[in-house]
């Protein structure tokens, strides 16, 4: 055992046989030869085992040496094991982050897939919104050269694409858009302002001859670019301005039409009465101071002028009463209907307890109306139903109201999302035929002798006219022997 070790450790010693042949015992050699021989062989394996020793401590110190550098190199292993797993977490990890930005970048692909297809479908979208807009459209550059127009404006100005592509504005049909409005306009007034709007043009064009235009611009910047662009709309206003000349033409002649029937209605209420009230009264003076002198059929000739003339003056109080229907000036008030009614009963009280009449009525509702006329229309639809009622069968009206909305009745002319209020005139007369029921509202249309029942045919054409000037809707619906109905929508 060597010191400082635990292992076993064995020496072995090799010697050369022919230097370590015992030699032959001599008898004869003395001993004290043999002794310094055995000395010499003991110094020298004293020797041999000193160097022995002396190697093999060399030995354990080099082993010594190369454990712990074995050692070290071990440790050295497991730090760089260490360092190796912890580099392999770290390209797991940046695997599973490659992986997560992996997906991510996946994500954004596709979102800017779909966003380009979203761009792509606005801007399809938006080139069809252009393309059937109704008025002519065109969208120029910075320098005004034109990029794109849309259907209308070649359908209107009678050109192409080719003739339009990249050209300057002012190039347009061989130079006949170069008009000094358009060019003070898109030089000088847009790039102050930005937009304009209703710019009137008026011009005359080789395809489509004098036109009135009216421009509409606004420049664009585009966000992603410096790009500048004009949107151009043009709208042709030549008809409609064609119309407002003619309307008021028909103003002017309608204003000159509504003096002279002003000048009629003071003849008429004047002039043309005057006449006939004399003849009134000297025919009703000679009746009563010359009756004596006069024959039966004298007598009857003098009843009828009277009847006559007192028809005439109706007829003339009627058409006075229509004109005034017509008169432009409306003051609209908000009247409770259930007021006019009750004004008119008061008025034809002594009628309505001759026939014992009935007018009944609900809560009806309140509306924007024309006072004095539209108690002028109740007051000749209640007197038509006092007026034909049956012989021994007293007069029953019926008149009620109620707020309705205009998809809600059978009338196609309401707009369907207004509110009418809907009043109903009702009676148990002779009623008429159902072929009349639009024919009842003209102006002197009777459906009975003057004989058999007085009046003008005039009643009625006043309430459609009244009925008119409130923007509303009256119909008329009869039955032989049954009643008359009329209905009345006005805008509540």
Same mark, same amino acid.
């Given at each position: 055992?060597? &010191?400082?070790?635990?292992?076993?450790?064995?020496?072995?010693?090799?010697?050369?046989?022919?230097?370590?042949?015992?030699?032959?015992?001599?008898?004869?050699?003395?001993?004290?030869?043999?002794?310094?021989?055995?000395?010499?062989?003991?110094?020298?394996?004293?020797?041999?085992?000193?160097?022995?020793?002396?190697?093999?401590?060399?030995?354990?110190?080099?082993?010594?040496?190369?454990?712990?550098?074995?050692?070290?190199?071990?440790?050295?292993?497991?730090?760089?094991?260490?360092?190796?797993?912890?580099?392999?977490?770290?390209?797991?990890? /940046?695997k599973e982050e490659l992986q997560s930005t992996n997906e991510e970048v996946t994500v954004v692909n596709n979102e800017l897939i779909s966003t380009n297809e979203q761009v792509t479908g606005e801007r399809n979208f938006s080139d069809a919104i252009i393309d059937n807009l109704h008025e002519p459209l065109m969208v120029l550059d910075y320098k005004?050269?034109?990029? $794109?127009?849309? #259907?209308?404006?070649?359908?209107?100005?009678?050109?192409n694409e080719i003739e339009t592509d990249d050209k300057l504005i002012y190039e347009l049909g061989n130079g006949e858009w170069d008009i000094p409005g358009l060019r003070s306009l898109l030089e000088n007034i847009l790039p102050q302002k930005s937009k304009f709007a209703e710019f009137e043009l008026q011009h005359k064009f080789s395809k489509i001859?004098?036109?009135?235009? @009216? @421009?509409?611009?606004?420049?664009?910047?585009?966000? %992603?670019?410096?790009?500048?662009?004009?949107?151009?709309?043009?709208?042709?206003?030549?008809?409609?301005?064609?119309?407002?000349?003619?309307?008021?033409?028909?103003?002017?002649?309608?204003?000159?039409?509504?003096?002279?029937?002003?000048?009629?209605?003071?003849?008429?209420? #004047?002039?043309?009465?005057?006449?006939?009230?004399?003849?009134?009264?000297?025919?009703?003076?000679?009746?009563?101071?010359?009756?004596?002198?006069?024959?039966?059929?004298?007598?009857?000739?003098?009843?009828?002028?009277?009847?006559?003339?007192?028809?005439?003056? $109706?007829?003339?109080?009627?058409?006075?009463?229509?004109?005034?229907?017509?008169?432009?000036?409306?003051?609209?008030?908000?009247?409770?209907?259930?007021?006019?009614?009750?004004?008119?009963?008061?008025?034809?009280?002594?009628?309505?307890?001759?026939?014992?009449?009935?007018?009944?009525?609900?809560?009806?509702?309140?509306?924007?109306?024309?006072?004095?006329?539209?108690?002028?229309?109740?007051?000749?639809?209640?007197?038509?139903?006092?007026?034909?009622?049956?012989?021994?069968?007293?007069?029953?009206?019926?008149?009620?109201?109620?707020?309705?909305? /205009?998809?809600?009745?059978?009338?196609?002319?309401? @707009?369907?999302?207004?509110?009418?209020?809907?009043?109903?005139?009702?009676? %148990?007369?002779?009623?008429?035929?159902?072929?009349?029921?639009?024919?009842?509202?003209?102006?002197?249309?009777?459906?009975?002798?003057?004989?058999?029942?007085?009046?003008?045919?005039?009643?009625?054409?006043?309430?459609?006219?009244?009925?008119?000037?409130? %923007? /509303?809707?009256?119909?008329?619906? /009869?039955?032989?022997?049954?009643?008359?109905?009329?209905?009345?929508?006005? &805008?509540?």
């Amino acid at each position: 055992m060597l &010191p400082n070790t635990i292992e076993r450790h064995y020496l072995i010693l090799f010697h050369e046989t022919n230097n370590l042949q015992p030699k032959p015992v001599n008898s004869k050699i003395p001993s004290r030869l043999k002794k310094e021989e055995k000395d010499l062989r003991i110094q020298q394996l004293e020797t041999e085992l000193a160097q022995a020793r002396e190697d093999m401590r060399s030995i354990t110190e080099d082993q010594e040496a190369a454990y712990e550098e074995l050692q070290s190199a071990n440790e050295e292993l497991l730090s760089s094991s260490e360092e190796l797993q912890s580099l392999n977490e770290e390209l797991e990890t /940046g695997k599973e982050e490659l992986q997560s930005t992996n997906e991510e970048v996946t994500v954004v692909n596709n979102e800017l897939i779909s966003t380009n297809e979203q761009v792509t479908g606005e801007r399809n979208f938006s080139d069809a919104i252009i393309d059937n807009l109704h008025e002519p459209l065109m969208v120029l550059d910075y320098k005004l050269r034109i990029k $794109t127009c849309n #259907h209308a404006f070649f359908k209107t100005f009678l050109l192409n694409e080719i003739e339009t592509d990249d050209k300057l504005i002012y190039e347009l049909g061989n130079g006949e858009w170069d008009i000094p409005g358009l060019r003070s306009l898109l030089e000088n007034i847009l790039p102050q302002k930005s937009k304009f709007a209703e710019f009137e043009l008026q011009h005359k064009f080789s395809k489509i001859g004098e036109r009135i235009l @009216l @421009l509409n611009a606004k420049e664009i910047i585009k966000q %992603n670019s410096a790009e500048r662009l004009i949107l151009l709309s043009i709208k042709d206003v030549t008809e409609s301005k064609m119309a407002q000349q003619r309307m008021e033409e028909k103003n002017t002649e309608l204003e000159r039409m509504n003096k002279e029937l002003q000048a009629f209605s003071y003849i008429a209420s #004047h002039d043309l009465q005057e006449p006939l009230r004399k003849i009134q009264t000297f025919s009703t003076r000679l009746l009563e101071k010359e009756s004596e002198n006069l024959s039966d059929t004298g007598k009857e000739y003098f009843l009828r002028m009277q009847n006559a003339a007192r028809r005439m003056q $109706t007829l003339i109080e009627d058409l006075l009463s229509f004109s005034k229907v017509n008169n432009p000036e409306r003051k609209f008030e908000i009247i409770k209907i259930n007021e006019l009614v009750d004004d008119v009963r008061e008025d034809f009280s002594e009628i309505i307890e001759e026939k014992h009449a009935v007018i009944e009525t609900n809560e009806m509702c309140a509306c924007k109306l024309i006072p004095f006329q539209f108690r002028q229309l109740m007051q000749n639809l209640i007197y038509n139903s006092l007026k034909f009622s049956k012989r021994g069968d007293p007069p029953h009206i019926n008149i009620t109201s109620r707020i309705v909305r /205009g998809n809600k009745s059978n009338i196609k002319k309401l @707009l369907p999302e207004k509110e009418y209020c809907h009043i109903t005139v009702k009676d %148990n007369g002779i009623g008429f035929d159902s072929e009349f029921n639009e024919k009842i509202f003209e102006v002197f249309q009777r459906l009975h002798g003057k004989d058999e029942y007085p009046g003008t045919g005039v009643g009625l054409a006043i309430v459609k006219k009244i009925v008119d000037n409130h %923007n /509303g809707i009256i119909t008329a619906k /009869g039955e032989l022997g049954k009643g008359a109905r009329f209905d009345i929508y006005i &805008p509540a």
